[in-house]
């Protein structure tokens, strides 16, 4: 089993600055991307972010490039999103995911999520 451990949510003030980090662990897994996603109070799971595990390429959603950047550190097995520029829209539940194939934007691509970690902008 592959476990996923995100810290780094919290609250944060309009135009301020988070950074989630997760780590994964666990068996012997074949990372393609990992990535990001949000969800917000009565929304669908949207794609924020994600990054070849390999060659390193990242990917953004329209909304947050320019203000979100993600990052990994392979010899720990972790990825990071640093958030700057928040804005109350960018509240939602956000989770780490692993996918051990291609389609980063899709959700159903990845096969492990961590459990989740609470970001809330306030005006």
Wanted: glycine share 14%; aromatic share 14%.
């Amino acid at each position: 089993q592959v476990q996923l451990v995100e810290s780094g949510g919290g609250l944060a003030q309009a135009g301020g600055s988070l950074r989630l980090s997760c780590a994964a662990s666990g068996r012997s897994f074949s990372v393609y991307h990992m990535g990001w996603f949000r969800q917000a109070a009565g929304n669908e799971r949207e794609f924020v972010a994600a990054i070849r595990w390999s060659g390193g390429n990242t990917y953004y959603a329209e909304s947050v490039k320019g203000r979100f950047t993600i990052s990994r550190e392979r010899a720990k097995n972790t990825v990071y999103l640093q958030m700057n520029s928040l804005k109350v829209e960018d509240t939602a539940v956000y989770y780490c995911g692993l996918s051990e194939r291609g389609s980063y934007w899709y959700s159903g691509a990845y096969g492990y999520w961590g459990q989740g970690t609470q970001i809330t902008v306030s005006s």
